[in-house]
């Protein structure tokens, strides 16, 4: 997917997601094996997986 090109990329130091699907979890893994820092943004229900694999998890609410 085209999340995964800038997992590679030596220009980018962060990798910022705003999903719930646990699919998203490998870009997470790999990002984070290349040295990235990892963000997700999400709302409920929340997929373990991207919970569990990113640095750093941004809950946001809905309306």
Known sequence: AEAMEYVFSPH???IA?????A???TVLAKAKKHGKDTI????EP??????NTA??????QKR
């Open 12 to 14: 980018i130091d962060i």
């Open 17 to 21: 997601l705003m999903t719930r699907d």
């Open 23 to 25: 699919d998203f979890q």
């Open 40 to 43: 997700v943004v999400g709302s």
């Open 46 to 51: 929340f997929a373990a997986a991207l919970k």
């Open 55 to 60: 640095d750093v998890i941004i809950m946001i």
